[in-house]
């Protein structure tokens, strides 16, 4: 008898489920999509969204801090001093590399790194994933001689 | 069709041709068999379109958006476009005379099935006094077709596929023929035409609604065993994307591929159609004295909208748990309920 | 019109195709085929004579015949799986176990 | 020639060269191609003499059950089966003057025999009235039938169940 009983309470709790999981999708059917347009229109990143950084040439003291917090060893900085003024000739971070951990940006003293919004910085070729941040100078052959180019 | 035929006549004579009087029927035959055709083709497109736009809503998706302005209308044509373009490949090791008739079949099952498919009393290529009967008939054409498909990819993807097709859709094919019994006891007939105007004055005399609901459950029946012999969700493990790539259709590409697929959606609106017309009352109106094509049209869309709903909630079925299903749940069922319709024929 | 005489000629020569098969051919299944077609012969003389004869007794013989087809044919290839399983071949001049 | 005539011949030359092209066949799912050929033009050749029904049954049952039977029964009789075993000389001439013979023989019978020319063909719907024969005049026949196909239904399933176990009952 219990066999006759499962069988009928099998059949019937497979119709109920089916109804049950149709109701469910019939209410995803009418409530809003999720979908975002990507391409058309852009997201928005939440406010401590840890995209590609975002560096204040001015405000940097060339001090090696970021490179040397790095655990990845991404970012290459170049910097030329003489007496109090400092000219920073190069800041590369290698996105190949970066993992974005933000490291880099807690022990700076000056402040002058942070992570940005951005996200968009694909590339087709291998050197098009190191982004350069300091702005181009044109050195002196003097310059050129105390520049200190450093990773670590 | 006969319709037809005997306007046909004034008609050229208007236009101005003359056509020799033995040719008139022929020539209604060829316009029959060019407009089943073309409503086989379009509204393969337009159900394309329609899956994918409701499978994305169903999921919290939009589905295509781009193709054709907002909702993506052109989608499906883009898609008709790309298969007729692709380049149609022939496996080596193939037995290529039969990998190439077999989309052919299947095509021509479903083709052949729409001769006795009534849109409305007018609406109809012909009605065949055996009419249900023979749509059952020639829808196994279409398992051949499958089981020929699979074994000459010489693919074992394929051939799984298609054994496992064929297993499914002969044995779900017992219930569905039996299914149909109870509204042929009802009507006393098989053709279409006086089924369906056997169910006429309002809704509650469609067949469905009927007490003691064995033509009701016949009807449930029915659609459920219609979707198995459709290979569609949840009975879509012929297919079953996750272990056999595609099936039977696996070496198909470009223009064979896509009469599988037109086969399959000409397939929905053909069960869709012919579930209206046994146990919805076709053409006829929810009110007493409403009747027309539109009826029967948006019968159809509904259950096509049914299927597709069922497709995107249910998972996959095991193929021991198809084969259960069909032999001791829908079979014994579908006795009960026949035995039971006959006993309230016989008073 | 068509005479009843073509149609009993083409059953005539459909069986005879039937017979050659069943001779001539030594796969088991080829034989089946055979068989059906001789089936089809008779079904097509029965047929034939029921619409000459204007009764329908002809065509429910006829339908009988399918259903003893469709047994036979059922029995037939389980038969011939079997063989396959025992003997590892389907070719009826092999299978001589019960000669005697 | 009328229309019927030329569906005849059509019809007629389908069921002659599905058979004959099944005797010439190598390949054995080919063969089942021809066969489902030569039984559709039976199942036209149904609808010609007026018999929709069994026409429709011929389609159900030999396109939708047998020959999908004969395919699996070739599937599982192995890849070495696809192609038919060589046949000796002898046995052609032999099956061919046999079956020759037989045809004469035939066909004589079919042109000498004085057959009833009233021809009163059938019109009207058929279905119902053998749907009454079957269950008046034929119903111990139909009986008869049901318990038939029983018996085999249980009869393969205890085939399939032995070659299953091994040989044991």
Not at chain 2, 50 to 65: D, I, M, N, S, Y
Not at chain 2, 233 to 247: I, M, N
């Given at each position: 008898m219990t066999a006759v009983r499962t069988y009928f309470s099998d059949v019937f709790m497979g119709l109920w489920t089916a109804l049950v999981g149709m109701s469910i999708t019939l209410r995803y059917l009418f409530s809003k999509p999720v979908t975002e347009m990507y391409p058309d229109v852009k997201p928005r990143t939440p406010t401590r969204y840890r995209g590609i950084h975002v560096f204040e040439e001015e405000k940097?003291?060339?001090?090696?801090v970021c490179a040397k917090a790095c655990p990845v060893d991404c970012i290459e900085i170049g910097v030329v001093r003489k007496g109090k003024e400092i000219k920073i000739t190069k800041f590369d971070i290698d996105y190949q590399k970066c993992m974005f951990c933000d490291l880099c940006c807690e022990p700076c003293p000056a402040h002058c790194i942070h992570m940005g919004p951005e996200f968009e910085k694909a590339s087709f070729t291998r050197k098009g994933t190191i982004l350069q941040f300091a702005t181009p100078k044109t050195l002196t052959e003097e310059e050129k001689k105390v520049e200190k180019v450093a990773r670590k | 069709m006969s319709e037809l035929a005997a306007v046909l006549p004034g008609v050229l004579e208007k236009a101005g041709w003359s056509v020799p009087g033995g040719l008139v029927p022929v020539l209604a035959m060829f316009i029959c068999a060019s407009i089943v055709a073309a409503a086989m083709g379009l509204s393969a497109a337009v159900l394309v379109w329609a899956e994918r736009k409701l499978a994305g809503h169903f999921q919290c998706r939009l589905g295509p958006v781009y193709v054709g302005g907002k909702f993506g209308w052109l989608q499906s044509i883009a898609d008709g476009i790309k298969l007729l373009l692709k380049e149609d490949i022939i496996p080596a090791d193939a037995d290529r005379p039969l990998f190439r008739l077999a989309p052919y079949l299947v095509v021509l099952g479903v083709f052949l099935a729409f001769?006795?498919?009534?849109?409305?009393e007018k609406l109809m290529v012909a009605d065949l006094n055996i009419g249900i009967f023979f749509i059952l008939a020639v829808l196994t054409l279409e398992v051949f077709g499958v089981i020929l498909a699979g074994w000459a990819s010489n693919n074992k993807w394929a051939l799984l596929g298609a054994m496992r097709a064929a297993a499914q859709m002969v044995s779900y094919e017992i219930p569905m023929g039996l299914a149909i019994l109870p509204v042929v006891v009802e009507a006393q007939s098989l053709s279409l035409k006086s089924i369906v105007a056997a169910q006429s004055g309002g809704m509650l005399r469609w067949y469905v609604f009927q007490p003691p609901f064995f033509m009701g459950v016949s009807f449930l029946i029915f659609f459920l065993a219609g979707l198995a012999s459709l290979k569609r969700a949840p009975f879509d493990l012929p297919e079953a994307e996750s272990e056999l790539t595609a099936g039977f259709h696996t070496e198909y590409s470009g223009m064979r591929f896509s009469f599988f697929f037109m086969a399959e959606y000409a397939g929905m609106i053909l069960v869709s159609g012919l579930a209206a017309a046994l146990y919805l009352?076709?053409?006829?109106?929810?009110?007493?004295g409403q009747s027309g094509a539109m009826w029967f049209l948006l019968k159809t869309a509904f259950l096509v909208f049914v299927m597709i709903w069922l497709r995107w909630t249910l998972p996959r079925l095991r193929i021991d748990q198809v084969v259960y299903v069909g032999w001791k749940v829908l079979t014994p069922f579908v006795l009960a309920c026949v035995l039971g319709q006959a006993l309230m024929a016989y008073k | 019109m068509i005479t009843l005489q073509e149609y009993l000629s083409v059953g005539a020569l459909l069986f005879t195709v039937g017979l050659l098969i069943v001779l001539f051919r030594q796969n088991a299944i080829s034989i089946l085929m055979g068989i059906e077609l001789m089936l089809n012969a008779a079904n097509i003389n029965f047929v034939a004579f029921s619409n000459a004869l204007g009764g329908l007794t002809g065509q429910v013989l006829a339908i009988f015949v399918v259903v003893a087809a469709a047994a036979e044919a059922a029995v037939a290839i389980a038969i011939i799986v079997l063989l396959y399983q025992n003997l590892g071949t389907v070719d009826v001049e092999k299978a001589r176990n019960l000669n005697g | 020639m009328s229309a019927e005539k030329v569906a005849f011949f059509i019809l007629s030359g389908l069921t002659l060269g599905g058979g004959l092209a099944i005797l010439f066949s190598v390949r054995l799912m080919r063969a089942v191609v021809y066969l489902l050929v030569s039984l559709f033009g039976v199942a036209g050749l149904y609808i010609l003499l007026n018999a929709e029904f069994l026409a429709a049954l011929q389609v159900l049952i030999y396109i939708g059950g047998i020959t999908i039977l004969m395919v699996f029964g070739l599937m599982l009789t192995g890849p070495g089966q696809f192609v038919n075993p060589a046949e000796s000389r002898l046995k052609a001439v032999a099956a061919g003057v046999s079956s020759l013979t037989t045809a004469i023989v035939l066909l004589l019978i079919v042109k000498k025999t004085k057959w009833p020319a009233g021809t009163q063909a059938l019109a009207g719907d058929t279905t119902a009235e053998i749907g009454r024969l079957l269950l008046t005049d034929h119903v111990f026949a139909f009986e008869i039938a049901s318990v038939l196909l029983l018996v085999v239904l249980v009869g393969v399933a205890l085939f399939v169940r032995l070659a299953r176990d091994g040989g044991k009952p």
């Amino acid at each position: 008898m219990t066999a006759v009983r499962t069988y009928f309470s099998d059949v019937f709790m497979g119709l109920w489920t089916a109804l049950v999981g149709m109701s469910i999708t019939l209410r995803y059917l009418f409530s809003k999509p999720v979908t975002e347009m990507y391409p058309d229109v852009k997201p928005r990143t939440p406010t401590r969204y840890r995209g590609i950084h975002v560096f204040e040439e001015e405000k940097c003291i060339g001090c090696y801090v970021c490179a040397k917090a790095c655990p990845v060893d991404c970012i290459e900085i170049g910097v030329v001093r003489k007496g109090k003024e400092i000219k920073i000739t190069k800041f590369d971070i290698d996105y190949q590399k970066c993992m974005f951990c933000d490291l880099c940006c807690e022990p700076c003293p000056a402040h002058c790194i942070h992570m940005g919004p951005e996200f968009e910085k694909a590339s087709f070729t291998r050197k098009g994933t190191i982004l350069q941040f300091a702005t181009p100078k044109t050195l002196t052959e003097e310059e050129k001689k105390v520049e200190k180019v450093a990773r670590k | 069709m006969s319709e037809l035929a005997a306007v046909l006549p004034g008609v050229l004579e208007k236009a101005g041709w003359s056509v020799p009087g033995g040719l008139v029927p022929v020539l209604a035959m060829f316009i029959c068999a060019s407009i089943v055709a073309a409503a086989m083709g379009l509204s393969a497109a337009v159900l394309v379109w329609a899956e994918r736009k409701l499978a994305g809503h169903f999921q919290c998706r939009l589905g295509p958006v781009y193709v054709g302005g907002k909702f993506g209308w052109l989608q499906s044509i883009a898609d008709g476009i790309k298969l007729l373009l692709k380049e149609d490949i022939i496996p080596a090791d193939a037995d290529r005379p039969l990998f190439r008739l077999a989309p052919y079949l299947v095509v021509l099952g479903v083709f052949l099935a729409f001769i006795a498919f009534p849109v409305s009393e007018k609406l109809m290529v012909a009605d065949l006094n055996i009419g249900i009967f023979f749509i059952l008939a020639v829808l196994t054409l279409e398992v051949f077709g499958v089981i020929l498909a699979g074994w000459a990819s010489n693919n074992k993807w394929a051939l799984l596929g298609a054994m496992r097709a064929a297993a499914q859709m002969v044995s779900y094919e017992i219930p569905m023929g039996l299914a149909i019994l109870p509204v042929v006891v009802e009507a006393q007939s098989l053709s279409l035409k006086s089924i369906v105007a056997a169910q006429s004055g309002g809704m509650l005399r469609w067949y469905v609604f009927q007490p003691p609901f064995f033509m009701g459950v016949s009807f449930l029946i029915f659609f459920l065993a219609g979707l198995a012999s459709l290979k569609r969700a949840p009975f879509d493990l012929p297919e079953a994307e996750s272990e056999l790539t595609a099936g039977f259709h696996t070496e198909y590409s470009g223009m064979r591929f896509s009469f599988f697929f037109m086969a399959e959606y000409a397939g929905m609106i053909l069960v869709s159609g012919l579930a209206a017309a046994l146990y919805l009352g076709g053409w006829h109106g929810i009110l007493p004295g409403q009747s027309g094509a539109m009826w029967f049209l948006l019968k159809t869309a509904f259950l096509v909208f049914v299927m597709i709903w069922l497709r995107w909630t249910l998972p996959r079925l095991r193929i021991d748990q198809v084969v259960y299903v069909g032999w001791k749940v829908l079979t014994p069922f579908v006795l009960a309920c026949v035995l039971g319709q006959a006993l309230m024929a016989y008073k | 019109m068509i005479t009843l005489q073509e149609y009993l000629s083409v059953g005539a020569l459909l069986f005879t195709v039937g017979l050659l098969i069943v001779l001539f051919r030594q796969n088991a299944i080829s034989i089946l085929m055979g068989i059906e077609l001789m089936l089809n012969a008779a079904n097509i003389n029965f047929v034939a004579f029921s619409n000459a004869l204007g009764g329908l007794t002809g065509q429910v013989l006829a339908i009988f015949v399918v259903v003893a087809a469709a047994a036979e044919a059922a029995v037939a290839i389980a038969i011939i799986v079997l063989l396959y399983q025992n003997l590892g071949t389907v070719d009826v001049e092999k299978a001589r176990n019960l000669n005697g | 020639m009328s229309a019927e005539k030329v569906a005849f011949f059509i019809l007629s030359g389908l069921t002659l060269g599905g058979g004959l092209a099944i005797l010439f066949s190598v390949r054995l799912m080919r063969a089942v191609v021809y066969l489902l050929v030569s039984l559709f033009g039976v199942a036209g050749l149904y609808i010609l003499l007026n018999a929709e029904f069994l026409a429709a049954l011929q389609v159900l049952i030999y396109i939708g059950g047998i020959t999908i039977l004969m395919v699996f029964g070739l599937m599982l009789t192995g890849p070495g089966q696809f192609v038919n075993p060589a046949e000796s000389r002898l046995k052609a001439v032999a099956a061919g003057v046999s079956s020759l013979t037989t045809a004469i023989v035939l066909l004589l019978i079919v042109k000498k025999t004085k057959w009833p020319a009233g021809t009163q063909a059938l019109a009207g719907d058929t279905t119902a009235e053998i749907g009454r024969l079957l269950l008046t005049d034929h119903v111990f026949a139909f009986e008869i039938a049901s318990v038939l196909l029983l018996v085999v239904l249980v009869g393969v399933a205890l085939f399939v169940r032995l070659a299953r176990d091994g040989g044991k009952p």
